[in-house]
């Protein structure tokens, strides 16, 4: 018979005073490690809806949905789908809009809604054809970003006077087909582009 290597007889001593390194779970609550990577969650006051997540996930397991005629976006996160792989938080502009939780039971039983985790934020879209520009906290963190450069952006500049409640006889609307004086409106990058074409164009033929 062979005798045992010191690091094999080392190890065997070790092991009967050293505690159990599983958890007794599922008879005792299971506490997850600090940087254990479970189940992500959206914050409701730090997302802003960007979509930066939806773009970067993997597994698709993050889905969002535009309502158009609502002016609505819905970002969902189904846990059945996700790999827990964390690039949502990692990529997410505010770095606090998503994070990863400590939950590891994310099983359900017939409604995957269950365990799903959504969030909701008003649309701005074009007033001339109706294409999304963004969600209005998307809007408000970007122009937070950029300080007074904001006021080179149109549509930043009309998102600041609403949050400043400046009050204005001024009521915007969009009266087919689109101008130059148009370009102030909360239109997209195409419209604007178009509006400015057709300004060039008029001198042109003058």
Known sequence: MKKPKVRELKEAITSLFSKPYTTKFPYQEHKPFPR???????????CVG??????????????????????????????????????????CITKEGIKLTNQFDVSYLK???EVQNKVEHNLIVCIACGEIIGTEKHIKFIYNK?????????????????????????????VPPINRQDILKVICPKCRRISFIKDETKKTKR
Do not use: W
């Open 146 to 174: 950029l300080g007074n450069l904001a006021f080179s952006q149109p549509n930043l500049i009309t998102q600041l006077i609403k949050d400043l409640n400046i009050t204005t006889e001024y009521e915007e609307k969009f």
């Open 50 to 91: 960007c979509g930066g997540c939806f773009q970067v996930c993997p597994s698709k397991a993050i889905d969002m949905v535009d309502d158009i005629e609502n002016k609505k976006r819905i970002l969902i996160h189904n846990p059945d789908r996700c790999i827990f792989c964390g690039e949502c938080e990692r990529n």
């Open 111 to 113: 409604d995957i809604s």
């Open 36 to 46: 254990f990577r479970g189940k992500p969650n959206f914050n409701q006051e730090k």
